[in-house]
């Protein structure tokens, strides 16, 4: 499977050297594939690039199915199509005559070269031949993507900036931290955009893919004993951030150090060492990343093989003769001096827990996350020392942060920025913002002027808009998902506008979509958590402690497990507790304080009344509050 998903990331690599701006989806970020967004996302595409798995992958039949469905959208749309299949994989044989089979590396590079030049030429050609057809103001609705990365063009025009996102423009946070689709992938994108501007300011934007790391430690660091570990890790991340800002000056400044003087010595000398190594050049960061740790790999095996059994513990110079392809003091002098031209250096890291293994956390895993943070403040020590102004931001999932935090000594040293949401009216003004860029309204136009030309006023009695705040877990992927899946069900049946079926519709389809995003999330974190949920299909919304307890015994969880679990469902909000106004209370409406939160239900002496959160009632067969 391993070969398989470096080629994965080299069928992306490709795409993005040859300047195909992309949408993807993601089943680690979306669980679920709507009809009505694969149609939209498809029929708006120049081009659909698919890659079919072998069935060794988990999930691979479910993946090649999507994979089928849009392919024969996009045959049926009359759009180039490109089908790759690893190696000889299974190829269903109704496709066997559409498939291209690549054997190796080079094959996936000419198939996506070729077909990149297929894309362009049908840009040029324009769109002549689709349908023209007159929508209706709901059809035309385009609330942007649940994912920052498939609406990188228009984000900037609606983006709402948050707290959390000016903290991070002015340097006062290292780390951006939220729940999976509170907004930290939107933040890394405008802040990257906003910062850039300036040319006199050097960024380097890295998302690497976690399970790269985590393959690092399962065959090199899980060898060597904790002290090993933290330094050997550390001197990677400096290498490769090193060699990471490197590449980003060569290419900033391609053509602009033959316009200056003062550039141009440095600048070849800088090029001159960087490009020691053809291997580090080629592919996007990703590439590089995994050609590098492949290489250590090779390397440490080759001389530690014989010791799979103990910790072995490594000096300075065996960790440096490992790590360093370069003469990494050298490159470090010459990054340094070349930095002094450039007003600050930026350093923004996305998607490290990204892929993270569905086994859960450990405190190993950790190490990795640590040793970024220790390798960035080195740099940035070295930086300050030359009053070059410099930045780290690394953005992660709260859950990984706090297990970060218990597992550090030291906590509470970095600086944090939370873009967890807890304010309903921030959310609102958020779709207000993306219903205005579909030309609806005007700049002066209040949220409750323009929702009602979109739905309904009342749903159930309830007021529509507070009908799916209550129930996207105060997510802004969360939300824009809910509305677009009662949009979509509008769209289908020829609805001017969202009405209480839809509404009702769009919530049982986003219930069972969050049911299973909430159970990976929940097993990343705590394995035994995977299925917990489905303990509740059919029970009372509302619940005391040992009612809980029992419905969680029933599916085999243990006395001492129980606690941890139930704490997670709090943490998570998947389950929150009754006020004495007869409110229903979630973490979100404390501010995520879930210290606060516990105190609240510690008071009450076990008389607590729990309640599963509405978002969850459709997907669990809940119909009322009893």
């Given at each position: 499977g391993r070969n398989n998903i470096d080629q994965q990331i080299r069928i992306v690599s490709r795409a993005k050297l040859a300047k195909l701006a992309t949408r993807l989806f993601d089943p680690n970020e979306q669980s679920r594939m709507s009809a009505h967004e694969a149609i939209d996302n498809v029929s708006a595409s120049y081009g659909v690039l698919v890659h079919l798995l072998p069935d060794s992958f988990t999930d691979s039949y479910f993946h090649n199915l999507r994979a089928?469905?849009?392919?024969g959208l996009a045959y049926g749309f009359g759009i180039k199509t490109l089908i790759i299949q690893i190696d000889e994989g299974p190829i269903p044989i109704d496709y066997r005559d559409f498939v291209t089979q690549c054997f190796h590396p080079k094959q996936i590079d000419d198939a996506?070269?070729?077909?990149?030049?297929d894309i362009f030429e049908a840009i040029q050609l324009g769109s002549d031949s689709r349908i023209e057809t007159t929508l209706t103001l709901l059809e035309s609705l385009n609330l942007g993507a649940s994912s920052a990365e498939n609406e990188l063009r228009d984000l900037g025009q609606y983006y709402l900036k948050t707290d959390a996102f000016m903290r991070a423009e002015r340097g006062e946070a290292r780390l951006i931290v939220g729940r999976k689709g509170s907004g930290k992938t939107a933040i890394f994108y405008?802040?990257?955009d906003r910062i850039r501007r300036d040319k006199s300011n050097m960024v380097v934007d890295l998302k690497p893919e976690g399970y790269q790391l985590l393959k690092f430690k399962d065959q090199v660091l899980n060898i060597l004993n904790t002290g090993s570990q933290v330094h050997t890790i550390t001197a990677f991340w400096e290498y490769l951030l090193l060699l990471e800002i490197c590449q980003s000056l060569i290419v900033k400044d391609k053509v602009h150090h033959t316009r200056d003087h003062t550039l141009y010595e440095s600048y070849k000398r800088?090029?001159?060492?960087?490009?020691?190594?053809?291997?580090i050049v080629e592919g996007d960061f990703s590439e590089r990343m995994s050609k590098i740790l492949e290489n250590i790999r090779n390397d440490f095996q080759?001389?530690?093989a014989n010791k799979e059994h103990t910790k072995i513990d490594l000096s300075q110079a065996e960790i440096t003769e490992l790590i360093y392809q370069h003469d990494v003091n050298k490159l470090r002098d010459e990054v340094l001096d070349y930095i002094e031209s450039k007003n600050s250096l930026w350093l923004l890291f996305d998607n490290l827990d990204k892929g993270w293994p569905a086994?859960?956390?450990?405190s190993e895993d950790l190490i990795i996350i640590r040793s970024l943070i220790e390798a960035t403040r080195k740099i940035e020590r070295d930086l300050n020392k030359r009053r070059i102004e410099a930045h780290t931001l690394i953005f992660l999932r709260n859950d990984v942060y706090e297990l970060l935090v218990d597992e550090t000594s030291d906590r509470g040293k970095e600086a944090i920025a939370n873009v967890d949401w807890h304010d309903q009216d921030a959310l609102k003004e958020l779709v207000r913002k993306r219903i205005l860029f579909n030309s609806i309204g005007n700049s002066a136009s209040k949220f409750e002027e323009l929702w009602p030309a979109l739905c309904i006023s009342h749903v159930k009695g309830e007021e529509s808009f507070q009908f799916l705040l209550d129930r996207c877990l105060m997510r802004p992927r969360f939300l824009i998902d809910l509305i677009n899946f009662c949009k979509g069900n509008a769209v289908t049946l020829g609805h001017e506008k969202i009405d209480e079926s839809d509404l009702i519709k769009?919530?049982?389809?986003?219930?069972?979509?969050?049911?299973?995003?909430?159970g990976y999330e929940l097993r990343d974190v705590y394995p035994m958590a995977e299925n917990v949920l489905y303990a509740?299909?059919?029970v009372k919304a509302e619940m005391t402690l040992t009612e809980i307890k029992t419905e969680l015994s029933k599916i085999g969880i243990e006395d001492i497990q129980l606690q941890k679990i139930i704490d997670l469902m709090l943490w998570y909000s998947f389950l929150g507790f009754i006020n004495d106004k007869n409110e229903y209370c979630y973490l979100y409406n404390l501010n995520y304080n879930f210290k606060k939160f516990q105190g609240m239900i510690n008071t009450t002496n076990g008389s607590m009344r729990y309640v599963i959160n509405k978002a969850f009632w459709p997907a669990l067969g809940i119909s009322s509050r009893t």
């Amino acid at each position: 499977g391993r070969n398989n998903i470096d080629q994965q990331i080299r069928i992306v690599s490709r795409a993005k050297l040859a300047k195909l701006a992309t949408r993807l989806f993601d089943p680690n970020e979306q669980s679920r594939m709507s009809a009505h967004e694969a149609i939209d996302n498809v029929s708006a595409s120049y081009g659909v690039l698919v890659h079919l798995l072998p069935d060794s992958f988990t999930d691979s039949y479910f993946h090649n199915l999507r994979a089928a469905f849009i392919c024969g959208l996009a045959y049926g749309f009359g759009i180039k199509t490109l089908i790759i299949q690893i190696d000889e994989g299974p190829i269903p044989i109704d496709y066997r005559d559409f498939v291209t089979q690549c054997f190796h590396p080079k094959q996936i590079d000419d198939a996506i070269g070729d077909f990149g030049k297929d894309i362009f030429e049908a840009i040029q050609l324009g769109s002549d031949s689709r349908i023209e057809t007159t929508l209706t103001l709901l059809e035309s609705l385009n609330l942007g993507a649940s994912s920052a990365e498939n609406e990188l063009r228009d984000l900037g025009q609606y983006y709402l900036k948050t707290d959390a996102f000016m903290r991070a423009e002015r340097g006062e946070a290292r780390l951006i931290v939220g729940r999976k689709g509170s907004g930290k992938t939107a933040i890394f994108y405008q802040l990257r955009d906003r910062i850039r501007r300036d040319k006199s300011n050097m960024v380097v934007d890295l998302k690497p893919e976690g399970y790269q790391l985590l393959k690092f430690k399962d065959q090199v660091l899980n060898i060597l004993n904790t002290g090993s570990q933290v330094h050997t890790i550390t001197a990677f991340w400096e290498y490769l951030l090193l060699l990471e800002i490197c590449q980003s000056l060569i290419v900033k400044d391609k053509v602009h150090h033959t316009r200056d003087h003062t550039l141009y010595e440095s600048y070849k000398r800088l090029s001159a060492l960087y490009v020691n190594d053809e291997y580090i050049v080629e592919g996007d960061f990703s590439e590089r990343m995994s050609k590098i740790l492949e290489n250590i790999r090779n390397d440490f095996q080759a001389k530690y093989a014989n010791k799979e059994h103990t910790k072995i513990d490594l000096s300075q110079a065996e960790i440096t003769e490992l790590i360093y392809q370069h003469d990494v003091n050298k490159l470090r002098d010459e990054v340094l001096d070349y930095i002094e031209s450039k007003n600050s250096l930026w350093l923004l890291f996305d998607n490290l827990d990204k892929g993270w293994p569905a086994h859960g956390l450990k405190s190993e895993d950790l190490i990795i996350i640590r040793s970024l943070i220790e390798a960035t403040r080195k740099i940035e020590r070295d930086l300050n020392k030359r009053r070059i102004e410099a930045h780290t931001l690394i953005f992660l999932r709260n859950d990984v942060y706090e297990l970060l935090v218990d597992e550090t000594s030291d906590r509470g040293k970095e600086a944090i920025a939370n873009v967890d949401w807890h304010d309903q009216d921030a959310l609102k003004e958020l779709v207000r913002k993306r219903i205005l860029f579909n030309s609806i309204g005007n700049s002066a136009s209040k949220f409750e002027e323009l929702w009602p030309a979109l739905c309904i006023s009342h749903v159930k009695g309830e007021e529509s808009f507070q009908f799916l705040l209550d129930r996207c877990l105060m997510r802004p992927r969360f939300l824009i998902d809910l509305i677009n899946f009662c949009k979509g069900n509008a769209v289908t049946l020829g609805h001017e506008k969202i009405d209480e079926s839809d509404l009702i519709k769009g919530v049982n389809l986003f219930s069972d979509s969050i049911l299973n995003d909430l159970g990976y999330e929940l097993r990343d974190v705590y394995p035994m958590a995977e299925n917990v949920l489905y303990a509740f299909i059919g029970v009372k919304a509302e619940m005391t402690l040992t009612e809980i307890k029992t419905e969680l015994s029933k599916i085999g969880i243990e006395d001492i497990q129980l606690q941890k679990i139930i704490d997670l469902m709090l943490w998570y909000s998947f389950l929150g507790f009754i006020n004495d106004k007869n409110e229903y209370c979630y973490l979100y409406n404390l501010n995520y304080n879930f210290k606060k939160f516990q105190g609240m239900i510690n008071t009450t002496n076990g008389s607590m009344r729990y309640v599963i959160n509405k978002a969850f009632w459709p997907a669990l067969g809940i119909s009322s509050r009893t």
